[in-house]
């Protein structure tokens, strides 16, 4: 008789501890898919939702502009700089934009802030996110009005509405203070207090002639790519493309380093508590298999005396652990299956317990629970609970090989 196929009838000889092991098999799986894909979907979804709040994924600036940002320094030729980032594969958009600090004043109120200039034409609601968060208004026609969109909570602090007028004041390419006169057009509303009552949506060339830019100057040019997971891939593509020593090619780990930060806590906690999980599987599986060789000593004993090599009784007991594996994995995709396809597309809602303004890094984070998977993450988690099982019968399988036949046969 074959090895595998004696082994998997001894896995069947204890259907209800075999059962009950594959359960827990499964189990991990469906936890571990859980946090994995908790913690894909979420990393996700604020890395994109970051890039939308201006940066993008990779961002063209002047060198050392990210570390001192300063509205003398500036990209010269940024049309032509978009232009070519464009024709790249995997790029889905290229923005001109100008960010700075500013001072807003109305009739009631003066708060410092911060202003992104835009021109409409080159953004969308689903690259830029203030776009889209308009609850008031509507974003100016042109580059070159006095329009202005501002945040809702800046709008209750200046005691601001649609149509009335706002003034900022800025320093120039030289240094100097300017003010200029601007009239609200919309309010927007992204659910992070701290953005929304600190920034201002301004037309792209009306700001270039308060900063005495030239007409094709501006601090960055935001990139966005179909997979945020491509950014360093795609920062080095696009540097070598973009080869000048007065500009700097940056992903947004670089660009926005507080929510890299926060990012990279949540991966290390997903790995601690996998790893949790799997030493609790590890625990059951080893159980499991190291009772049944226990059981069996005098069975292998008989085994051993009658010719079988210690070497072919490790591989028949291994391969008992294999089989497990593989029922516990199809276990593990059964019962899953059902509960990914639940979150992945309906989700828990979790507003209640933590409201709809909740935020990381001064990135909004969606309050419905949900996952998405990686097809990398789902492989990593089925190779690493496969080879757990594989694992955990070394130790049983080298106690049944390891015992002389003449003390086995002692065993009651």
């Known amino acids: 008789m074959k090895i595998r196929t004696l082994a998997w009838r001894n896995l069947w000889r204890r259907k209800r501890r075999t059962f009950i092991t594959a359960f827990s098999i499964g189990f991990g799986v469906m936890l571990a898919v859980t946090f994995t894909g908790a913690g894909d979907y979420g990393d996700n979804n604020m890395i994109n939702a970051g890039a939308r709040m201006g940066w993008g994924h990779v961002t063209i600036a002047p060198r050392g502009y990210t570390q001192t940002p300063s509205l003398d320094?500036?990209?010269?030729?940024?049309?032509?700089?978009?232009?070519?980032?464009?024709?790249?594969?995997?790029?889905?958009?290229?923005?001109?934009?100008?960010?700075?600090?500013?001072?807003?004043?109305?009739?009631?109120?003066?708060?410092?802030?911060?202003?992104?200039?835009?021109?409409?034409?080159?953004?969308?609601?689903?690259?830029?996110?203030?776009?889209?968060?308009?609850?008031?208004?509507?974003?100016?026609?042109?580059?070159?009005?006095?329009?202005?969109?501002?945040?809702?909570?800046?709008?209750?602090?200046?005691?601001?509405?649609?149509?009335?007028?706002?003034?900022?004041?800025?320093?120039?390419?030289?240094?100097?203070?300017?003010?200029?006169?601007?009239?609200?057009?919309?309010?927007?509303?992204?659910?992070?207090?701290?953005?929304?009552?600190?920034?201002?949506?301004?037309?792209?060339?009306?700001?270039?002639?308060?900063?005495?830019?030239?007409?094709?100057?501006?601090?960055?040019?935001?990139?966005?790519?179909?997979?945020?997971?491509?950014?360093?891939?795609?920062?080095?593509?696009?540097?070598?493309?973009?080869?000048?020593?007065?500009?700097?090619?940056?992903?947004?780990?670089?660009?926005?380093?507080?929510?890299?930060?926060?990012?990279?806590?949540?991966?290390?906690?997903?790995?601690?508590?996998?790893?949790?999980?799997?030493?609790?599987?590890?625990?059951?599986?080893?159980?499991?298999?190291?009772?049944?060789?226990?059981?069996?000593?005098k069975e292998f004993g008989v085994m051993l005396a009658i010719g079988m090599s210690p070497l072919t009784l490790f591989k028949l007991v291994l391969g008992e652990s294999l089989f497990l594996a593989i029922v516990g994995l199809i276990v593990g995709v059964i019962i899953t299956t059902p509960w990914y396809i639940y979150l992945h597309h309906v989700g828990i809602d979790f507003t209640g317990a933590i409201g709809d303004d909740y935020n990381a890094g001064g990135v909004l984070i969606d309050p419905i629970f949900k996952i998405k998977l990686y097809k990398e993450s789902l492989s990593g988690i089925l190779i690493a609970l496969f080879s757990l099982t594989l694992f955990s019968g070394l130790y049983p399988a080298w106690r049944a090989a390891g015992v002389p036949p003449v003390e086995s046969l002692k065993t009651a």
């Open 73 to 297: 320094k500036r990209l010269s030729h940024a049309s032509e700089i978009r232009l070519a980032v464009l024709n790249l594969p995997e790029v889905s958009g290229a923005i001109v934009r100008i960010m700075g600090q500013a001072m807003f004043v109305s009739a009631r109120k003066t708060v410092g802030g911060m202003f992104l200039a835009i021109d409409p034409s080159q953004e969308s609601s689903e690259q830029n996110l203030f776009l889209s968060a308009i609850i008031e208004g509507e974003v100016f026609p042109n580059t070159n009005g006095r329009g202005v969109v501002i945040g809702y909570k800046m709008a209750e602090k200046l005691g601001l509405k649609l149509r009335k007028k706002l003034v900022y004041t800025t320093t120039d390419v030289h240094g100097e203070i300017v003010s200029e006169i601007a009239r609200v057009s919309g309010i927007f509303k992204t659910g992070v207090d701290e953005v929304d009552g600190a920034m201002v949506l301004f037309p792209i060339d009306t700001i270039r002639q308060t900063l005495n830019y030239q007409s094709d100057e501006a601090t960055i040019v935001a990139i966005t790519i179909d997979d945020q997971r491509d950014a360093l891939q795609q920062r080095d593509a696009i540097a070598k493309q973009i080869q000048n020593k007065s500009r700097e090619v940056l992903s947004w780990q670089k660009t926005q380093p507080d929510l890299a930060g926060i990012i990279a806590i949540d991966r290390a906690g997903n790995v601690i508590s996998q790893a949790l999980v799997g030493l609790l599987i590890a625990a059951g599986i080893f159980n499991t298999l190291l009772m049944g060789v226990i059981e069996r000593t």
